[in-house]
Structure formats: C-alpha cells, structure tokens
C-alpha cells in the first residue's frame, strides 16, 4: 500500500490496493492511522462491494444503523442521492450542498463517515473537505482565545432553513421538533488537537445578537474553508472517501435532484464527547 498526501494541510490517497484488501484488518489499521493524520483517506476505484464496505466499517468502529432510509439489505447503508425514488431521505439531502459537520446536532458527533461512489455525472456533485485542524492551528493567538469564549447552538432547523428559506410555518415546527445541541466553538480534543464546530447547523451564538452571531460564523466559516484547508474530490465510479467528521467540514457541489449520482455512505459512531 502506498499512501501520497494530497496537501501538506488536508488528504491522503492511497494506491495498490485491491477490493480484497478491505476485508483485512491490517489495511483497517494503517486506515484509522492515515485519518487521524490526513482527516481524508481517498481510494481511488476501490469498488468496494456493499458486503465489505459493512465489514470493513465495522474494522473501523461502530458503525451507526439510521432508524431510517437505510438499504433493505445492508441497514448500516443509507444511499445518498437526491432523487426522491431512490431514497425517502432526498428531500433532506439538499441541504448537504451547504459546509456541515454529520450528526453535529448529537451529544456525541459522528466520528467519520465513508463514501463511496456507485453512479457519478461527470463534472457534477465533487466533494470538498476543509481541515478545522489546520484552520484552528493557522489562526494568530488572539484569534484563537477570542473563539474559545464562544457557545454555539446547532440544530437540524438551521441547516433546512438554508436550503427552504420559503418554507411554511407548519415544515418550520417538524424541523424544530428535532432537539438543538449547544457546543463550544472550538472542541479541544482528547489528544490535545482544536477542531471548529461550524457550519449549516450553527445557527446562533450564545448571547450574541443573532445578527453578530451571524457574522461571527460566517466569518470563521470563511477563514476555515480557504483553499489551504480545502480538498475536493472529483469522483469516479468505485471511489471510496473516508473522512474524520469530528474536525472536518464536507459539502457536495451542487448537482440535479435527477441526477444519477449515488454513494452508499456508512457512518461511525463517536467516541469522543465534545469539550
Ligand atoms: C452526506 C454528505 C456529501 C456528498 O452524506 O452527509 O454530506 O457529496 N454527502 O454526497
Ligand atoms: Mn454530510
């Protein structure tokens, strides 16, 4: 297996690898070690089969089973697409075009997700990844004890409002149903590294006008997805993208709700409890 970075900030690839190697627990090792380093691991063409991308999600972690709109033969998958007949979740999907964090809105988010490619449309719907490590870690020092200050209040609500700016009172009270969750800014991880917890989700700060908060989380939205931090990935049939959802930011390009675009994705659980 040989492993090239993509960036100095964000990315790594990995060669020589066939499908059979994703049922062995050697290459689910070195995986778990080159995203803790790299926040995103791309197998380029890997066409990994649905049986193996379970199995070798499971290598990884816990792999989370969503209550629904997973496969009828593989729960643990949940097909991401936009068209409303391959996936009840469609409609909700729309909103993924928007920087986000997966599960940020739990007490514990998401540890990673893995997707990989079953149809693409050329040139429509790339990936793009922004490292929050690197972003936390480029900011000058006041910057960064200013953000340490701030609480920040996620909710499904947010992220749809974005995407349905027109929507009725009666849509607004089924996404409000959904609970908030309030995070600090910057998560000070266990292992001593600062992530940013932004995005579509992050709907105000604590105590601000919800004018300055506003600004304030566009601005840290800005300054995090520079082209510096930034990876995207064009894709092809059979790729598989693993990324670290507790530091970094991911949106798709915009693309057709009739496209034929389709990823099985499977997520982690998280292990770590944001502070
Ligand atoms: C997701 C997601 C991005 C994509 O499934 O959570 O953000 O490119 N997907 O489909
Ligand atoms: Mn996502």
Known sequence: MIATAVSPSIGVEVQGISAADFS?????????????RHGVVVFRQAHVSDTDLVSFSRMLGDVVVAPMGGLPDHPEISPVTLDPSKSELAGLRR??????????????????TLLTAREVVDGEGDTEFANTYAAYDALPNSKKSELAEYRVVHSFAAAQRLTHPDATEKQKDAWNRLPAREHPLVWKHRDGRRSLLIGATAGHVVGMSPEDGRALLDSVLEWATQPQFVLRHRWQVGDLVIWDNTSLLHRALPYEPTSRRLMHRTTLVGDEAVA
């Open 24 to 36: 062995s627990p050697g290459t689910a090792s070195t995986t778990s070690e080159l995203l803790a």
């Open 95 to 112: 909103s993924t075009i928007f920087w986000h964090i997966d599960g940020v809105t739990d007490d514990i988010p998401q540890k990673a």
